[in-house]
């Protein structure tokens, strides 16, 4: 049920290795292998940078300089803040979805697959720090354009989860409620968490997202 | 348990007399008044523009049109958008401290704290359009002079709430668990909502905290 971190790697070359993201100069396979890494670690830098001093406090030389790159060099990548912020969308969003289709796909229940949804969040998190905060702080800030896509793919993760609600609730593992309401609650949990969980000082994100989880599951009312 | 709109009210206005938003020009009462009220309009004004082009999409102009006023008369009033951000923390998490120990002094059992918190979050989302996105999401882009005592509160209030959970699991009205995770839990459930909740399309505000509060109460697991 864990979210194997090879998963989150996948999705993140996927993501980068979307059209609107594409390198800019074709050549030989090595030098778009060396471009997906390179974008990688730009874009691991920025959102290292956001989550520091703020997505508005950030210019590309500051980027260029954490990615150890000349600024015309970086703009060789990456045509600026507003990509970076989109690709950080799109590997945010785009993990999360994988791994609930993953987990539909395997045959897990329910419940198992609403488990998973908290576990993602705090591997995220923990992963990569500084996505999370752009993802839920700067969204509104992306081009409009950009912001379609992002939101139809959100939109469509929220409903897929509030189904899997809806289901667990027929099946009996998840008491009946507002399926749209519980699922809130249960995004408030994790979601939230990127206010106070701190990856580096806290314990492992596995143990975080249990406690949690639990604490859900169970209640604050006493059996 | 219910906040009373009087409450909120009480607290903005002992917010926004807080010595650092004190009219500039001193004089009568009743222009003492007038200047508070004239500050509260211009909070309410700039905090619906906020939340609908965000806090960097706005600049005085658009806040002096929204009050009604013309630019030199909004500055009599306010600084700049920094002064108004400050007194948009100070009255969201104002409130929220107001309300808790209101309700500690009055005696409320812990349980019912705890659900006020939820009440209180849900209200302030409905009653004040965009001073919760502003509160949580442009906090570091507060003076860092500003941060900190806005910091202090929040990390009270935080704390408060943590020792509420605690005495909620020693009285037996709460589960025993991590009293510091539940919190967490607690404040997830309630502050997310200003993601998804529509205060002029949702349900009233006490009714989804009900409905909220109910669910994190009995837990996912049926009983």
């Not at 752009?134 to 969204?139: K, S």
């Amino acid at each position: 049920m864990s979210a194997p971190s090879s998963r989150a790697t996948a999705s993140e070359a996927r993501d980068i290795d979307a059209p609107t993201t594409q390198p800019r100069k074709r050549g030989p396979k090595v030098d778009v292998e060396q471009t997906l890494r390179r974008k990688r670690e730009i874009l691991r830098g920025a959102a290292r940078l956001f989550d520091k001093v703020g997505y508005h406090g950030v210019n590309m030389s500051m980027i260029a300089e954490a990615a150890g790159l000349k600024k015309p060099t970086l703009y060789h990548y990456i045509s600026g803040k507003d990509e970076i912020l989109f690709m950080l969308h799109e590997l945010f969003i785009g993990t999360l979805r994988q791994n609930t289709d993953a987990r539909l796909e395997s045959g897990a229940d329910a419940l198992a697959v609403l488990r998973g949804v908290v576990e993602d969040v705090f591997k995220l998190i923990h992963d990569y720090p500084g996505y999370i905060r752009a993802f839920f702080e700067h969204f509104r800030e992306l081009d409009p354009k950009k912001q379609a896509p992002i939101a139809a793919k959100r939109d469509e993760y929220v409903t897929l989860i509030i189904s899997v609600v809806r289901k667990a609730m027929t099946e009996g593992t998840v008491r009946k409620a507002d399926p749209t309401l519980t699922a809130h609650c249960l995004f408030g949990i994790c979601n939230w968490a990127y206010q106070w969980y701190r990856p580096h000082k806290d314990p492992a994100p596995e143990v975080i997202a249990t406690k949690c989880w639990n604490i859900f599951l169970n209640g604050l009312a006493p059996r």
